[in-house]
């Protein structure tokens, strides 16, 4: 049973949405667990990307069309508010690793609202997990190969700081550096797409609960709010994709940053 189950007219009991949500079992009888919709579209997700870099990108022309305006676009996008605030003179280097996870993250997140898909991969922690790991041993290398393992590592440390004072910063900090902060990278893609969808599945039942499956004179206006709700809730819901993929993609800028440069961290 789920989270939350009130009582409709007639005594019919109305389940909201819980995490039964997220449970996928295997794609068909038989196939291995791992196999499931999560996974299928994740995989269909990044050929999407591919796709979409290749026909904005393969055969560029001098004055863009179509999809390679989209793309010049969106690399520009990506280029002037997150690569150079935080890269500089390093942002064409790194263009193509911030571009990438940018459209990855947004079009797995969109899923969320496209008709037989409707689910958001980056809600399963697997998935912003892995990308957050492999930013984390990026800038952790980074570090490493451009200052030194024995600078990179003391180079975490402020300078200048009373002794005692070092008992208790040495640990938190490398604990802020190497453990919450790839943490919370993956963490907050994966919450904010936890929580929309299981919004959206909330609205999209009430709707069709109360117009469809139990109609009654009282319960046909909550269900008009149920759709009304489902349809605001996308349009923000859309908003927040697009606010994640950002946001992820600006933190590993900046994390990158941090290990070229430690004088800038």
């Not at 949500?21 to 295997?26: A, E, S």
């Not at 997140?109 to 957050?132: D, K």
């Amino acid at each position: 049973m789920s989270a939350l189950t009130v009582l409709a007219s007639g005594g019919d009991q109305f389940e909201a949405p819980g995490v039964e949500l997220f449970d996928y079992p295997p794609l068909f009888s038989g196939g291995p667990a791992w196999l499931t919709k999560p996974v299928f579209f994740a995989v269909f997700g990044a050929l999407v990307t591919c796709a979409i870099a290749w026909s904005a990108f393969a055969k560029p022309k001098l004055v863009p069309r179509g999809m390679q305006n989209i793309g010049e676009m969106g690399y520009v996008f990506v280029r002037d508010q997150i690569g150079r605030p935080f890269l500089g003179k390093d942002t064409e280097q790194w263009m193509p690793v911030l571009l990438s996870l940018f459209l990855l993250i947004w079009v797995w997140n969109i899923f969320a609202v496209i008709p037989i898909i409707q689910f958001p991969i980056a809600s399963h922690i697997a998935f912003p997990a892995v990308l957050a790991v492999a930013v984390y041993f990026l800038k952790v290398y980074l570090g490493i190969k451009h200052q030194g393992p024995a600078k990179y590592f003391t180079n975490l440390i402020p300078k200048g700081l009373p002794k005692p004072i070092y008992v208790l910063l040495v640990p938190i900090e490398y604990l802020s550096t190497f453990v919450l902060a790839p943490f919370t990278h993956a963490v907050r893609l994966f919450a904010n797409m936890f929580a929309g969808h299981i919004i959206l599945a909330f609205f999209s039942l009430v709707g069709f609960w109360f117009l469809f499956e139990k109609p009654t004179a009282a319960g046909f206006g909550v269900g008009i709010i149920g759709v009304i709700m489902t349809c605001v809730m996308t349009a923000f819901e859309m908003f927040i994709q697009f606010l994640q993929a950002f946001l992820f993609t600006m933190l590993a800028a900046m994390y990158i940053q941090s290990g070229l440069h430690a004088e800038d961290h």
